[in-house]
């Protein structure tokens, strides 16, 4: 899965649009390993989080930067992964396509990122941009930050 942007995936667009192409990995923690294959990306973070906490047991948790940004507002056509869905199905308007969103992708990553933290006593921090589409997030953020470009306090106060 892949998307063009031209504004970093942020809250305050650019002046200049950028050209970037975008791979967005599945962070579902449920897609099984393909034969042959290395594990998946969630589940492959998940392992990595719990090695690292088992080498460095002075760590307070897992700190995820930007996570808003990994699949969050992409949708994923890809028939494949339906079977890791653990939520609603929609649709895409323009092609008329059954999709998974990816913010439930990453909503159940986090999830059981903190499952496995918890009873370590660790935490899961999250950077996550502060738009509607990427709320849920903080539902499954033990500790969420928002690195945002608003000026406007108002709004900003409405966000948090």
């Given at each position: ?101 990816g913010k439930h ?56």
């Amino acid at each position: 899965m892949f998307s063009i942007r031209t504004d970093l995936s942020s809250d305050v667009k650019p002046t200049t649009p950028l050209k970037l192409l975008r791979f967005c990995l599945n962070p579902s923690p449920y897609l099984r390993r393909a034969e042959g294959a290395e594990l998946p990306p969630g589940p492959r973070s998940i392992e990595n989080y719990l090695s690292m906490i088992e080498r460095i047991p002075a760590l307070d948790g897992a700190y995820i930067d930007s996570v808003s940004a990994w699949a969050t507002r992409e949708l994923d056509y890809r028939r494949e992964h339906f079977y890791c869905v653990r939520h609603s199905f929609t649709y895409d308007p323009e092609s008329k396509r059954v999709v998974a969103p990816g913010k439930h992708y990453t909503y159940d990553f986090l999830h059981e990122l903190g499952e496995a933290l918890h009873p370590l006593g660790r935490w899961v921090f999250t950077n996550i941009h502060n738009t509607m589409d990427t709320f849920l997030l903080y539902a499954v953020s033990d500790v969420p930050g928002i690195e945002s470009s608003i000026t406007n306090h108002e709004r900003f106060a409405y966000i948090r």
